[in-house]
């Protein structure tokens, strides 16, 4: 008997279709639905109310939605890490055309998805070590990354975060890359599978296992006509840019993550721009300090062992 399961992703994740163009999804009796979310507090606020069963998401969004009451929805609850994905895809700072330099961006107005949010907590540190300050420049609202991507295009803002073709999409149309958050964040996490709760668990895990299963297949190489089609067809990617992108996926530094496992070390790395950027204290304490002790749940135990 088939299973459903609804995604929530901000990016179309290639990784997904190809597990369901290569029919990994069905031999673990899955059908999976993918849905675009606008933001990572949409997305949470969908997670927790059970509109979706599962979020393609940053590991900083499950830490604050978990143990900080400061973040946008105001409220935590029991949401976890089942595996990692990605670390980062390209993940980096990239600018409007006639943009060369941080130094330009003096004064710029920068687009983020909220604020506080893990990749602009990210933008907030290679910023900084390009010598810009947080009052060097205004935060613009912008929501997911593929809205970030219109807005830049459209002039909406001077730079952004980008990743998962959407770099590559820019790179084309003239923006400079300022800035490689690998270069300055390491080891790091870019995308997690995330769950609320225990609802639909051993899909979740099925889910995972063959997201893992893929990954392995694609940086392998055995997986490389699908995953060049289905990067030109969900990412809207020319065959030239589909070709870096799955190169992309197979880099040990920014790609696909070949074990699943969220490392204490690139958990440490997205802890660390939380508690540096927004400190999280609740009656004198941080609690974020001892996020990552396994008793405190953050990472499901498959996906701290390995499958």
Known sequence: MTRHLVVGAFSPSVLLRVSRRTGVLAEHDLDVEERPVPSSPAQFRSLIDGELDVALTSPDNVVAYRFDPGNP?????????????????GLGVYARPGIESAADLKGATIGVDVPGSGFALGLYALLE?????????????????????EALLAGGCD?????????????????ARIGRLVDVCRPYLGTVVSVAGDRKRP???ALAAALLETAGEIRAGR????????AVEALRLPEALAVRYLERLKDPEEGLVADGVADLESMETIVGLRRRYIPAVVDGTDVLAAALDPSRGLIDPPAATGR
Do not use: F, H, K, W
Not at 73 to 89: H, K, M, N, Q
Not at 159 to 175: F, Q, Y
């Open 203 to 205: 899909l979740v895990e």
């Open 129 to 149: 070590s390009l010598g810009l300050d947080r009052g060097d420049y205004e935060i613009a609202t912008l929501g997911s990354t593929p809205r970030r991507l």
């Open 73 to 89: 929805l105001g409220e935590t609850t029991d949401v976890r890490i089942v595996s990692a994905v990605d670390r980062g895809l």
């Open 223 to 230: 997986a490389d006509q699908v995953t060049l089609e289905e």
């Open 159 to 175: 730079a952004t975060m980008l990743n998962a073709g959407n770099e590559l999409r820019a790179e084309a149309a003239g923006s």
